[in-house]
């Protein structure tokens, strides 16, 4: 379509719409020049019309409007929500723990046999508890390193930045990781994590980070997750808790 330009009396044209948004970007065009194309009634500002609205900078008003809704929304974004947080990273823990059992079930001995030796060995049983958090810290780091999320923060729309608004490098999220198994659950030993996370989640309230975060220069941002989201948060809960029930009566029934 053709447009026809008149500035300071002087009408110029035909110019594509192309040329005039090239004019619009350069900045030999500011907005108040008279413009015409076929169809409109008469002649009206080239910015009243809406295909070049796109193209023109952004005035003070509206970068400062910008900057504001982007306060805001960070605002939102970095607001701690302790118990997504708790849930995301046992929805983790799950789905790690049924695919390390996957992969070295085959080389363990019968279930009876390794509930008869968790009876007679409890304290090594315990001691072994507690080592298996320690062994997804990697795998919990090469995903914030490459997503900045985990397949349970995923989930709730959880996610790991670093201070310049990036995926946190491989070292910053391990150093992350292994600083959440040791302030954070304690080194999974026993009661320990009872202790550990109810003060966590105290400091996170009151401060709006936490230790780890703080030293490894990484922030958490949040987003709000669908209905659905929940539901499936609900069932995983479900079975987290259906396991831990079945998996004491087998302990402890001799």
Not at 186 to 192: C, E, R
């Amino acid at each position: 379509m053709d447009y026809f330009l008149s500035i300071g009396g002087e009408r110029s044209g035909p110019c594509t719409q192309f040329q005039l948004i090239e004019r619009i970007r350069e900045g030999a065009l500011k907005g108040d020049e008279l413009a015409w194309r076929k169809g409109s009634p008469e002649w009206q500002p080239l910015k009243s019309m809406e295909e070049f609205a796109p193209y023109w900078p952004l005035t003070v008003e509206q970068i400062a409007q910008a900057d504001a809704a982007r306060r805001l929304a960070r605002v939102a974004l970095d607001t701690p929500q302790p118990w997504l947080r708790f849930w995301a990273r046992m929805v983790d823990y799950v789905w790690f723990v049924f695919a390390l059992s996957f992969v070295v079930g085959p080389f363990l001995p019968q279930p009876e046999a390794v509930m008869e030796w968790s009876r007679q060995y409890r304290s090594w049983g315990i001691l072994i508890g507690s080592m298996w958090p320690l062994l997804y810290t990697p795998l919990e780091a090469w995903c914030l390193s490459h997503f900045g999320t985990t397949p349970g923060k995923a989930l709730l729309h959880i996610r790991v930045r670093n201070d310049k608004d990036e995926f946190p490098s491989f070292q910053q999220a391990l150093r992350r990781s292994l600083l959440i198994y040791i302030k954070g659950l304690g080194l999974a030993f026993w009661f320990v994590p009872l202790f550990t996370m109810s003060y966590c989640r105290i400091r996170l309230l009151q401060t709006g980070t936490t230790s780890w975060d703080h030293d490894c220069q990484t922030r958490v941002e949040h987003g709000e997750p669908e209905v659905w989201r929940y539901l499936v948060l609900a069932a995983l809960i479900f079975l987290i808790l259906a396991v831990m029930v079945v998996s004491t009566l087998l302990i402890t029934v001799k």
